[in-house]
């Protein structure tokens, strides 16, 4: 059996957490708290970085080469989600979720 690199599964794990924490985060802090917490464009970057996270994740896991496409965009989402969770206040589980995922998704990319 093939083992993963670690740094690989590492990547993998904040991946998922990140992919966990927003997914949580905006099914229920943010659907509770409405405002700008619900604005479109906030809950679809929420969304997007979800999404990306566990897409990222995916690639990892099965072993393709993509894997560096994804974690660059990933990196990038995540940073977004971050700061734009951190300007809507009360979301520092998913600030910090999202720049654990983009700085380990960055060293991944390269």
Known sequence: ??????KMRACVEACLRCYSTCLHS???????????????????????????CRT?????????????HTCRECAEICEQCAADCERVGDMQSCVDACRE???SCRSMAA
Do not use: K, Q
């Not at 059996?1 to 670690?6: F, K, N, R, T, V």
């Not at 099914?27 to 604005?39: F, P, Y």
């Not at 990222?56 to 560096?68: D, L, N, P």
């Open 26 to 52: 905006a099914m229920n802090h943010c659907l509770e708290a409405g405002g700008e917490h619900t604005r479109p464009a906030h809950f679809r970057l929420m969304m997007a970085c979800a999404e990306m």
């Open 1 to 6: 059996m093939h083992e993963m690199d670690p």
């Open 56 to 68: 990222s994740a995916h690639f990892m896991v099965i072993g393709t080469e993509h894997h560096r």
């Open 101 to 103: 995922c983009a700085e």
